[in-house]
């Protein structure tokens, strides 16, 4: 539910095209519709501008499936994570989009994508987390370029992309190992950055905790970093960054 369904509801009701019941009908999930097992959060765009997602890991199937079908019906729109081709045949819904990099499922990704999300990634093992990014930042309404395997092991790669890292809204950086590309990212360009750590390397990488902390200890100033593997997360902070930098409000 956003607000401009809201506004249409009330219109409708004003003139008389829906009953008072019929509108109490359509609001009285709000603010969250019980489910017994879950609550889902129909109010929360109104919110804060994004819309319940579902994350499917640790979840049984069939309680997925549930909570999916809640959410569209009300929004006809639809964000699953961390999924399987299981749940996306189970969903049996015919608009749905399985995203098989990130394992991510889509209904209602807008026709117009606004702002310039830059997306890259260290390495190739990297790619399904930012395509977790690039999905999220897609279906919230903002418009994403992906660049894959511009590591520091090559550092040549990235200046190739010169004009793709100046002419972006807010970049994503997404990598494992010693997670040095955001700081080389960071020390190049005046816009946002948002460093994600990836679980990807040997032995010391500690499952993407050295990548974290080496993020986290960057001398770049205004360097952003959210979580291991926390493609989501990236892709919501983008969205909101870029939004913001043209004067739009979700």
């Known amino acids: 539910m956003n607000k401009e369904k809201i506004k249409k509801i009330l219109k409708s009701l004003h003139c008389g095209k829906l009953s008072v019941e019929e509108a109490y009908s359509i609001l009285k999930t709000l603010p969250f519709?019980?489910?017994?097992f879950a609550k889902i959060d129909h109010h929360r765009e109104l919110r804060v501008g994004i819309p319940e997602v579902v994350l499917a890991e640790g979840k049984r199937l069939e309680d997925v499936v549930k909570i999916a079908h809640s959410i569209y019906k009300k929004s006809k729109k639809l964000l699953i994570t961390r999924a399987?081709?299981?749940l996306y045949e189970n969903l049996k819904l015919k608009e749905a989009t399985f995203h098989p990099l990130s394992k991510s499922i889509t209904i209602g990704t807008p026709k117009t994508l606004k702002g310039s999300i830059l997306i890259i990634t260290a390495g190739t093992c990297d790619i399904p987390v930012?395509?977790?990014?690039?999905?999220?930042?897609?279906?919230l309404g903002s418009k994403v370029k992906a660049i894959f395997d511009v590591g520091v092991a090559g550092i040549h790669r990235i200046f190739d992309i010169k004009e793709d890292l100046l002419s972006a809204k807010v970049i994503v950086v997404v990598a494992g190992m010693e997670g040095a590309?955001?700081?080389?990212?960071?020390?190049?360009?005046?816009?946002?950055?948002?460093?994600?750590?990836?679980?990807?390397g040997y032995g010391t990488s500690f499952n993407g905790l050295t990548a974290l902390f080496s993020m986290l200890n960057s001398c770049v100033p205004g360097l952003a970093v959210v979580n291991i593997d926390n493609g989501f997360g990236?892709?919501?902070?983008?969205?909101?960054?870029?939004?913001?930098?043209?004067?739009v409000r979700s």
């Open 181 to 200: 590309l955001p700081s080389i990212v960071g020390s190049l360009v005046d816009k946002p950055v948002i460093a994600v750590p990836t679980s990807v």
């Open 234 to 247: 990236a892709g919501c902070l983008a969205h909101k960054i870029n939004i913001l930098s043209f004067g």
């Open 130 to 139: 930012a395509d977790e990014a690039a999905v999220t930042a897609s279906f």
């Open 33 to 36: 519709e019980e489910l017994g």
């Open 84 to 86: 399987s081709k299981e």
